[in-house]
């Protein structure tokens, strides 16, 4: 699936990966490939990514070429047409 990832200031992320899994506000769920649309409110934590990653992902951080994550104080999450975008604080 495609995934965007924006705050006010820029653009954090964009690419293709196979699950992201991130902090609800109603508790914590994985958004994999092909999900039903949905739109939810994030609250504090980390959003993890499953994909393919390069050390030069200057906004995430790496764990591993297949994981990386990003720390967020808040935001929204919209999946539709296996395209995810959240727009954090």
């Known amino acids: 699936m495609f995934l965007e990832i924006v705050s006010p200031e820029k653009t954090l992320f964009t690419g293709d990966v196979t699950s992201v899994h991130v902090p609800g506000s109603e508790g ?4 994999l490939n092909n999900h039903a649309p949905i739109v939810s409110t994030l609250k504090k934590g980390s959003i993890t ?4 990653f390069t050390e030069n992902q200057e ?3 790496i ?3 297949s994981e990386a994550s990003l720390d967020i104080q808040s935001g929204v999450i919209e999946m539709k047409k296996n395209k995810l975008i959240i727009l954090v604080d």
């Open 49 to 52: 990514l499953k994909g393919s």
């Open 28 to 31: 914590s769920f994985q958004i």
């Open 63 to 65: 764990h591993s070429n």
């Open 59 to 61: 906004n995430l951080n």
